[in-house]
Each structure stands twice: as C-alpha cells, then as structure tokens.
C-alpha cells in the first residue's frame, strides 16, 4: 500500500471531526443569533396600542389620580418661569448676595460672553467673527428692563438667540439676570454711586 493511500485513511478521521466540529459550531451561531433577535424583538405593546386585558382595551394606562412625578411639580411660577400675573417679574425670586452674583458671573462668562461680551456691550467674540450683534445691555431700554424679562429671554429665546433653559438650571438664570444688573451698574455708575471711603481712595489716586 503506497504512503499516498495511508496519509488518505488517516486523514479521514480528522476531516470527519472537523466537520462535525463545524456542523456543531453553526448550529450553536444560529441558536444565539435566534435568541439575540428574540431579545430584540420582544413581547410589548405600542402606543395606543389594543390590549383586551383590560375593561377599556388600552395598552397606555392613564396616570394614577393625585401623584406627581418626584422632582418635576413647579408650583413656584415666579422662579421656574420668570412671570408674576402674566407679566415679566420686576423681582427676584430669592435675595440676591454676594455668593449669587459670584454664580451670575461664572455662568455668564460661560455661556453669555461669546455673544454680549465681557462688558455686556454686544462685541463678544463671534460678534467679531462675524455673528449678528446683540443689543448691548446699556442701552436704555435694557436698562429699564425688569430681571423677569432678562430670565425669559434665557428660557425661551429671543430673535438670534435660542433657549438656553436646557443648558442653564432655574436659579442659574436668576443669577445671571442679577450679574447683568451688576454689569449695567458698573457701566453707567457714577462718583456718587461709589461708597464714601472708597470714593475717598478714588480721590486721591
């Protein structure tokens, strides 16, 4: 018998156990990818979707009468939508200290500066590259303008500018209106305005 037809014979063994090494391993794939489609696709209903389980055939169930989802009532409209009586709110909805206008600052020179600029003047950065220039808040009609106004322009846009009620919390808003204030003071403030000893140091410089 040649050696070509011993090295055949002692092969066949092995190609059959690959074979059925294979065989296993494709039935084992089709097994898994079946379950993952079976994840995929699972049991559930749609929207206004039918279900006779219950009396009045409707998947969605309506809210439980008298509960409110944790962390979502805002009863306070002053704070959580800047209006009092319809109307823009001519206060703030919690004192304003030295900690808040801090907070103003830092939150308006992250989101405020590229547009109104450090100063409030309307000439921040994308200004000079080119971007529509905003109002600057010393002109007299923002000057008069309430810090209710201020918090609804950052909640719900105006012209230009779009919503930042997604990017900014509540209380952030309010601080930043505050800061605003803080910016119109220091921009049109005069001597007078200046407490007396440090006006005295003023003086003398």
């Not at 808040?137 to 923002?142: C, G, K, M, Q, T």
Request: aromatic share 10%.
């Amino acid at each position: 018998m040649s050696n070509r037809k011993l090295t055949t014979r002692a092969a066949r063994p092995l190609l059959a156990a690959m074979v059925l090494c294979l065989m296993l391993g494709c039935e084992g794939t089709t097994d898994i990818e079946r379950l993952r489609q079976e994840m995929y696709n699972q049991s559930r209903f749609e929207p206004l979707e039918k279900n006779t389980f219950f009396a009045d055939q409707r998947a969605s169930r309506p809210w439980i009468k008298g509960t409110v989802a944790r962390g979502q009532l805002r009863t306070d409209a002053h704070l959580y939508t800047g209006m009092v009586n319809g109307k823009p709110a001519e206060t703030f909805p919690f004192p304003i200290t030295r900690k808040v206008i801090q907070r103003g600052r830092e939150r308006y020179n992250i989101y405020c500066t590229p547009c109104h600029g450090y100063r409030g003047d309307g000439r921040g950065m994308v200004v000079r590259r080119g971007m529509k220039q905003p109002p600057s808040y010393h002109i007299e009609r923002l000057q008069n303008e309430t810090p209710g106004y201020f918090f609804d322009v950052m909640t719900n846009g105006f012209g230009a500018m779009y919503s930042y009620a997604s990017r900014i919390k509540p209380r952030d808003r309010w601080a930043i209106a505050a800061y605003i204030r803080a910016l119109q003071l220091s921009q049109n403030a005069t001597l007078e305005d200046v407490p007396a000893d440090v006006r005295e140091r003023l003086e003398n410089e």
